[in-house]
């Protein structure tokens, strides 16, 4: 009775099951349809499948779980405003021909209409990655 009332079976991270593990997933999900439809020919399994790293999950999926799969990758996580910035930092300086540090002219830059001069300071001493 168990098989027959299966209704969702759930795959995460989906993109991990490729080359002979995935095509033994592929065989394990197959045999699971067969036995429910052998308990309930009238069920219909649905497969649930998970994941954010995969270029190709429709193709993937369907020879995952021989099903056609509706791809959902709009995320309706929040999110707040992005920019993006291009800068050129400045040309090297002095007769040494030692180049400026990339953080250097930080200063100057507008992140945002709103946030003063202290702001782009500020990011300048957070963020010691940017050279």
């Not at 439809?37 to 021989?66: G, M, Y």
């Not at 799969?69 to 309706?76: A, K, R």
């Not at 050129?88 to 250097?104: H, L, T």
């Not at 001069?117 to 500020?122: K, L």
Request: hydrophobic share 35%; glycine share 6%; proline share 6%.
């Amino acid at each position: 009775k168990f098989w027959g009332n299966i209704k969702y079976v759930v795959l995460d991270e989906a993109h991990t099951h490729t080359g002979v593990a995935g095509s033994h997933v592929a065989n394990v999900l197959r045999r699971l349809l067969r036995v429910c439809t052998l308990w309930d020919s009238s069920s219909r399994v649905e497969f649930i499948c998970t994941s954010a790293t995969i270029s190709n999950p429709v193709a993937h999926v369907r020879r995952l779980t021989t099903r056609t799969p509706v791809c959902i990758d709009d995320s309706g996580a929040p999110s707040g405003e992005k920019a993006m910035v291009l800068w050129q930092p400045p040309a090297a300086e002095g007769p040494s021909g030692q180049e400026n540090s990339s953080s250097k002219g930080f200063n100057g830059l507008p992140l945002n209409n709103h946030e003063s001069e202290n702001a782009s300071s500020q990011m300048q001493r957070r963020s010691p990655y940017a050279e």
